[in-house]
């Protein structure tokens, strides 16, 4: 193999029609060169936009980051670039959905063999969908068309989502396969013979998809894919339909089964139907090749995953995403979480920090006061010594417990209750007492009140002196009071 020197100053410029389809496909957030080589500076900093995407063949791929290294794997012949991805990820070792980054354009897998690339054009105009940025031949005969996104979308947890839905609903109305629907896909790798069109100046924006979403598949509350997993029946769902009865290829086949027999479980199946059922799966849909130096799956493996699944009480039910990525169909199921009541304290081997609480203020209510080291305190409550610190430092802390520790020869740790507090005497000079109505307990008339006279000095803010006179009856009202010897202060 020629090695070329590359001029790092210029921009790299693609010389066939798949370079130029992958740098369209690419380019936004795909750097043309490798950094130059060099000590690397850890800077704390990651790039948050760079994607790694991958090449090769379905049992192994390789993961590039930069244009200049995806045109060199292109033509190197020692590699194989059977399969691409469209969408790019922020691991370079782990192509899953959950790595994803950057969704970058819709691909789909039409197998009608024999179809011409006009046929496939009609039929794109039948599902109302535009025309495609790319069409590429496969093998089989048939076509994998693809459109690319006018700016890549984050792939967020919702976004992709959406964009599952979105391809799904495309897939079905396309006639494509729908076991390819899903943003972690493959697909095969253009070039100069397979790739029959392509016009990059053709790309859609997202809400494209979206809008023809809205107008050709509304939303249907009543069929929106959602299961009750408590009260609906999960194989009578047709991604569970789908499931059972499609096609399974090699290196899905363990899966699958394990899917069919969560699914099973969930819907109250009892063993021996949910048994049955997997073996006339084996025999009627599943692959029975295996490729050189691997086993074959066998009908008794697909039985064996049933009583594997029905033996655990940990496995309810299969995961919503896990059907969606086999059967590409949306595919949700609601839960309500059964909560149960805690069993009784003789039957646990471990006893909560609340309840080591509740025996220490238990015995300090009997014995008022105990003392002791804190292992014989402890000991005195068959209390582990770590939880009957942990439970008395926060008595402590919340003042439920006076903790007194006496250091020495015979130093010990004295609990007892906090003294309740006494209520404080009010002080005579804060006390300002004012008339009350007495009745007499004879006639039951109420007595006239006492009068309170207050003598203070406002400047100096203080009360000077306090007289107490008996109101005057109603026979001395009219004569003339004495005059205070003081006068008005």
């Keep these: 193999m020629s090695l070329a ?8 410029v693609p010389r066939s029609q798949a370079e130029r389809f992958f740098t369209e496909l690419y380019g936004g957030h795909m750097k043309q060169f490798p950094k130059r080589s060099g000590p690397r500076k850890r800077t704390g900093k990651h790039d948050v936009d760079r994607q790694w995407v991958f090449v090769g063949n379905k049992e192994r791929m390789k993961s590039v980051a930069t ?48 179809e011409t690339p006009q046929e496939v054009f009609d039929r794109i105009d039948r599902a109302g969908l535009p025309c495609p940025t790319a069409v590429v031949r496969t093998p089989s005969g048939g076509f994998h068309i693809a459109y690319f996104f006018t700016q890549p979308v984050r792939a967020t947890e919702r976004a992709v989502r959406l964009y599952s839905a ?29 790739l029959i069109h392509f016009d990059p100046v053709i790309r859609y924006d997202f809400d494209v998809f ?28 047709s991604a569970l339909q789908y499931l059972l009865t499609a096609y399974c290829p090699e290196g899905k086949r363990e899966q699958t089964a394990l899917t069919l027999a969560l699914a099973m479980k969930a819907s ?15 025999i009627a849909c599943c692959d029975k090749g295996a490729k050189a130096g691997k086993k074959p799956f066998t009908q008794r ?97 919340a003042g439920s417990v006076i903790v007194e520790v006496r250091k020495g020869r015979c130093g010990m740790t004295v609990l007892r209750f906090p003294e309740p507090p006494q209520e404080s005497e009010p002080e005579e000079d804060n006390v300002l007492p004012f008339p009350e109505l007495t009745s007499d307990e004879k006639t039951g008339q109420i007595r006239q009140p006492t009068t309170v006279i207050i003598h203070a000095d406002f400047e100096e ?28 202060d």
């Design 5 to 12: 020197i590359i001029n790092h100053e210029e921009a790299l």
């Design 67 to 114: 244009l200049a290294t995806l045109y060199a794997v292109l033509v190197d012949s020692t590699v194989d670039t059977t399969y691409y991805t469209p969408n790019g990820y922020y691991r370079r070792d782990q192509r899953l959905t959950e790595t994803l980054r950057w969704l970058n354009a819709f691909v789909f897998d039409l197998d009608q063999y024999g």
């Design 166 to 194: 979105i391809m799904g609903h495309m897939a079905m109305d396309l006639g494509a396969d729908l076991a390819a629907v899903g943003a972690n896909r493959i697909f095969r790798t253009p070039n100069e013979q397979n």
């Design 210 to 237: 979206k809008n023809w979403r809205e107008v050709n598949h509304p939303y249907d509350p009543d069929n929106a894919g959602y299961v009750n997993i408590q009260t609906g029946d999960l194989m009578s769902h």
């Design 268 to 282: 109250d199946w009892p063993q021996a139907r949910a048994e049955v059922a997997l073996q006339d799966w084996f």
């Design 301 to 397: 493996e697909a039985v064996y995953k049933v009583g594997y699944v029905y033996r655990k009480s940990n496995l309810h039910a299969p995961k919503a995403e896990q059907i969606r990525e086999l059967t590409g169909l949306p595919f949700y199921y609601q839960t309500r979480n059964h909560w149960e009541s805690a069993k009784p304290r003789s039957e646990r081997d471990r006893v909560h920090l609340h309840e080591w609480r509740a025996d220490i203020l238990a015995l300090l209510e009997v014995e008022k006061e105990i003392s002791g080291t804190q292992q014989e305190l402890a000991k005195r409550l068959n209390c582990p010594l770590t939880s009957f610190k942990a439970a008395l430092g926060q008595l402590k802390a």
């Design 461 to 488: 803010r203080k009360i000077q002196r306090i007289e107490h006179r008996a109101a005057a009856s109603a026979v001395d009202q009219g004569a003339p009071s004495e005059p205070d010897p003081e006068g008005p």
